[in-house]
């Protein structure tokens, strides 16, 4: 099997974390290039712009988009524009029409377009689902709380329009919350804390219901130190299922199901390389909709200041 040529646009913290120890894994990928006015990767041909990587590598067919979302959409326009296949790094777009407008163009040009979500490729999610398909969702109660400095020090982006804040972990339980409930919800109220001076929240709590009576409480908050916390327990009327370290163990009533290792990125790129090799479209909007509904619905807090 002959690789594809893949360049990562945005060479930050979950670039090197993820994106490129996951291609270097998957035999379906190599690492051609990159885009970045810092530094790229050692090694690997870098570009200052996507525009100059897609002039002077015409032969490359493939980029994955890891720069903050407000950027992402001119970006992935541009080589989806040129005919190469993209995969966006969550969440897939500042806006909801951006990322409709991609999903149009893509279909138009006939590549690529993967909207990911890293969360639900965590080892015990598939389960999850399966387990909770033959039952009825009662209740669930999602707690995702971690410290913003150790996840993305320095990085003033993520406090801009945009940038979705606390809804930039936050939108990975909306991801498992999603992909596991056999009948969809919807957000029926939210509480948002804002930092003073700060144009996203740092905290929220939404609450969800569904039209079966089922329930959803979802409590997010960047302000916590030492460990951190990626909890979803599910009630339902045959037991109760505990999803942990975002996803990575499953528990049904106490009794531990699965337990392993973070594999989320790997999992991304075996999908995206089906992707590519059928030029299909897997874009799934039910989770930036939940957030977009969150912020239309909710309540806005003044918080004191918070500095990173």
């Known amino acids: 099997?002959?690789?594809?040529?893949?360049?990562?646009?945005?060479?930050?913290?979950?670039?090197?974390?993820?994106?490129?120890?996951?291609?270097?894994?998957?035999?379906a990928f190599r690492l051609a290039a990159t885009v970045s006015r810092h530094s790229g990767v050692e090694g690997v041909e870098n570009f200052a712009t996507i525009e100059e990587l897609l002039e002077q590598r015409p032969d490359l067919p493939a980029v994955a988009l890891c720069m903050p979302p407000q950027n992402r959409f001119d970006a992935a326009w541009t080589a989806i524009k040129a005919g190469r296949h993209v995969l966006l790094e969550k969440p897939p777009g500042a806006t909801i029409a951006e990322v409709q407008a991609l999903v149009e163009a893509a279909r138009d040009k006939g590549v690529a377009l993967f909207a990911t979500w890293h969360s639900r490729y965590a080892a015990a999610v598939p389960s999850a689902k399966a387990w909770l398909a033959k039952r009825q969702v009662q209740s669930a109660r999602i707690t995702w709380k971690e410290d913003v400095r150790?996840?993305?020090?320095?990085?003033?982006?993520?406090?801009?329009?945009?940038?979705?804040?606390?809804?930039?972990?936050?939108?990975?339980?909306?991801?498992?919350?999603?992909?596991?409930?056999?009948?969809?919800?919807?957000?029926?109220?939210?509480?948002?804390?804002?930092?003073?001076?700060?144009?996203?929240?740092?905290g929220a709590q939404l609450q969800f219901a569904g039209a079966n009576g089922e329930t959803v409480s979802a409590d997010f908050d960047w302000r916590?130190?030492?460990?951190?916390?990626?909890?979803?327990?599910?009630?339902?009327?045959?037991?109760?299922?505990?999803?942990?370290?975002?996803?990575?163990?499953?528990?049904?009533?106490?009794?531990?199901v699965i337990q392993e290792a973070?594999?989320?990125?790997?999992?991304?790129?075996?999908?995206?390389a089906t992707l590519v090799a059928e030029r299909a479209i897997d874009v799934d909007l039910a989770p930036l909709v939940h957030v977009a509904d969150a912020f239309m619905l909710g309540r806005r807090i003044a918080v004191d200041a918070f500095d990173m």
């Open 150 to 202: 150790r996840w993305h020090p320095g990085q003033e982006w993520i406090w801009q329009p945009g940038g979705l804040g606390v809804f930039d972990p936050g939108i990975n339980a909306l991801s498992i919350l999603t992909e596991i409930v056999p009948h969809p919800v919807r957000v029926t109220s939210a509480e948002l804390e804002f930092p003073e001076g700060r144009d996203a929240p740092i």
């Open 224 to 256: 916590q130190t030492g460990p951190q916390t990626w909890d979803i327990d599910v009630l339902t009327n045959d037991g109760t299922l505990k999803l942990s370290s975002g996803g990575a163990e499953m528990t049904v009533d106490g009794k531990v």
């Open 1 to 27: 099997m002959t690789a594809t040529d893949i360049a990562i646009v945005g060479v930050g913290k979950i670039a090197r974390d993820q994106h490129v120890p996951s291609i270097t894994k998957n035999d």
């Open 262 to 272: 973070d594999s989320e990125y790997d999992g991304i790129y075996a999908r995206f």
